[in-house]
């Protein structure tokens, strides 16, 4: 179809006719900062500078690529004085000239570069405290300095230095014996920096060997020395190290960070409550789900059994084989439910291109329901599963409980979220990623589905309802754990008996939350996000300000920033250049 309103004009000087700009677009004048603002050329030179600094002073691999490893002395130094300048960028700039997008950019960036130099001033101390378990470091560092712009190095004065760095690796080893158990935060801080002089050991005499005559002469048998000797005194670290195993049944490790360190996490994720609070809301949205229940199984026959009608619906499992088939079933019935009430448009690519993957067996240990984002990650047993963990595996993953999951991992849930995050303000992926925002989204649709009907039946509602159940245990059992009140088999208890967990989910679940990568707050942020998302939302849409279409396309190509920031935006707010979180989301009464 043509555009009437375009209109051909002639362009002076130029002797050619030129197409002018639509009218309605003139008329509109096209506001940029929808997709960009005047900070995200900060942000994004500021993380490629970080790069930069990393890949210069850090172990430069042989051939392409980039090695993470921890900082060195030197390194820490040039990213302080980096996050310095960048300190002083933002305080040149006109804050009073920025929207609220803009506005919220400059925030979180002045927050993150601020987080990051208090961090390396973290490390830098860490690293003088104990310094005397790396004696042979310097000489390390002093290599890889030569090793980065290729300074001619003689053989045998390489080869020496490293055979005394081994003899002094060796005496740190044996020394080790007669110490005391060292705190399990300051070996994980040593092994870290043993693993990095490694990198940088390598990094350098890979650059040199095969290359100069003299060095492949003199050095390959005092490398490989040195770096054997590297890998024991690791090893001999790790026995000393304090790290707790409990012994409560549960053979799963940890270490509770503690309500003062909690508190500052949630802070620092613009969380406006403390771990107190975050336990009187689990509490709260634990009763509701309760009562829910309670419904559910009133209108299944059980009365106020809700644990034996959840066991009825625990056995509704698929045969062997037959997973994929229900995933694509629950997946359409969500989309064409999501179309009929106009809730969001999903681009027609991203409805084509997520994928299926089958979940291995060792992976399902620690992650015992399917998991999602690009794709969709099947947890089903296989042949290797013994008869008891086969039926575990698929009572859990029955048709109820994943109803209400399968669009949280596909779209509107995480698939959607990386199609989008990859279109819209790339920037804020990278800089602002927060777990309250990627899992309150995919929450949030859960919370808002159930709200409009989407489970039908008591069975349903009942599946539905676990994961909600879920979610509020996660806030409790984390909080409890991390404040040093519950161990790890009392947590694995209270998602048995509280919430219906399989034993050996409920384990998985325990084991990844304290043993895994995952930050204090990442299980906890499930429903926090998801109560934020949900708060907005009845402000917005609730009071007839926005359409649920309107509202959940802004929020989708916002990309990813604390909720209060995200509010902030929605509600065209004025903030402070050092702006404080503040904002109260729960209604306690």
């Known amino acids: ?46 993380e490629h500078d970080l790069q930069a600094v990393n890949y210069f002073y850090g172990p430069m691999p042989k051939g392409w690529g980039f090695q993470q490893a921890s900082p060195s002395p ?34 979180l960036l002045n927050r993150k570069i601020l987080r990051h130099q208090q961090e390396l001033n973290d490390e830098m101390n860490a690293y003088h405290r ?43 080893t044996k020394a080790l014996v007669q110490k005391p158990a060292i705190d399990a935060n300051d070996v994980s801080y040593l092994v870290s920096m043993v693993e990095s002089l490694q990198k940088r050991l390598q990094s350098s005499f890979d650059f040199y060997n095969g290359y100069d005559p003299n060095f492949t002469w003199w050095v390959p048998k005092s490398y490989e020395g040195l770096d054997a000797a590297l890998v024991a005194y690791k090893e001999a ?68 059994d809700w644990k034996a009608a959840q066991e009825k619906v625990k056995n509704t499992y698929v045969a062997e084989g037959r997973q994929p088939d229900l995933i694509n079933a629950l997946y359409a019935r969500a989309q064409d439910f999501i179309k009929a009430h106009n809730l969001i448009d999903i681009p027609e690519l991203a409805d084509e291109t997520w994928g299926m993957i089958m979940m291995t067996p060792e992976r399902q240990l620690v992650n015992p329901f399917f998991t999602g984002g690009r794709e969709i990650s099947i947890s089903y047993p296989t042949n290797t599963m013994t008869y008891e963990q086969k039926m575990m595996s698929m009572r859990g993953n029955n048709p109820h409980f994943s109803l209400g999951t399968v669009q949280h991992e596909l779209n509107p849930g995480h698939h959607l979220q990386y199609f989008m995050n990859k279109r819209y303000k790339p920037y804020r992926e990278q800089s602002f990623n927060t777990p309250f925002w990627t899992e309150g989204w995919t929450l949030y649709w859960e919370l808002l589905l159930y709200r409009m009907g989407f489970a039908k039946t008591p069975e349903e509602r009942i599946g539905v309802l676990f994961w909600r159940m879920h979610r509020c245990a996660r806030i409790t059992f984390s909080i409890k754990f991390h404040l040093g009140e519950w161990t790890p088999q009392q947590c694995i208890d209270y998602l048995v008996d509280q919430v219906g967990h399989e034993p050996a989910n409920a384990h998985g679940e325990v084991k990844r939350s304290f043993e895994g990568s995952y930050d204090p707050l990442y299980q906890l942020a499930y429903m926090i996000g998801g109560l934020q998302l949900l708060s907005i939302s009845d402000e917005l849409v609730g009071k007839g300000k926005m359409s649920y279409k309107d509202f959940h396309d802004r929020v989708i190509k916002e990309n990813y920033m604390p909720m209060e920031m995200l509010r902030a935006i929605l509600t065209d707010q004025h903030l402070d250049a050092n702006h404080q979180t503040k904002w109260k989301f729960y209604n306690f009464d």
């Open 1 to 46: 179809m043509i555009n009437t309103d375009l209109k051909v004009k002639p362009c002076v000087g130029l002797g050619i006719l030129c197409m002018a700009v639509p009218m309605t677009l003139n008329a509109q004048k096209m506001d940029l900062f929808q997709h960009t603002t005047p900070i995200e050329p900060y942000v994004v030179q500021y």
């Open 74 to 107: 030197e390194q820490i130094n040039r990213l302080i004085t980096l996050d310095k300048s960048y300190l002083a960028k933002l305080k040149a700039f006109d804050y009073n000239q920025l929207n609220t997008n803009g506005q919220v950019d400059y925030i």
């Open 130 to 172: 104990l310094k005397s378990y790396l004696p042979f470091a310097d000489s390390i560092f002093q290599f890889e300095q030569k090793r980065r712009r290729g300074t001619f190095v003689e053989g045998k004065a390489i080869a020496t230095m490293l055979e005394q760095a081994s003899e002094s690796v060796l005496r740190e």
């Open 237 to 304: 670290l790790q026995s000393k190290s304090n790290w707790k195993v409990f012994d409560d049944g549960s053979n799963i490790g940890g270490r509770p960070i503690g309500k003062a360190v909690l508190n500052k996490k949630l802070k620092d994720e613009m969380i406006a409550y403390d771990a107190d609070d975050l336990l009187k809301i689990a509490d709260k949205e634990w009763k509701w789900c309760v009562a829910e229940l309670l419904k559910a199984s009133q209108e299944m026959g059980f009365g106020d």
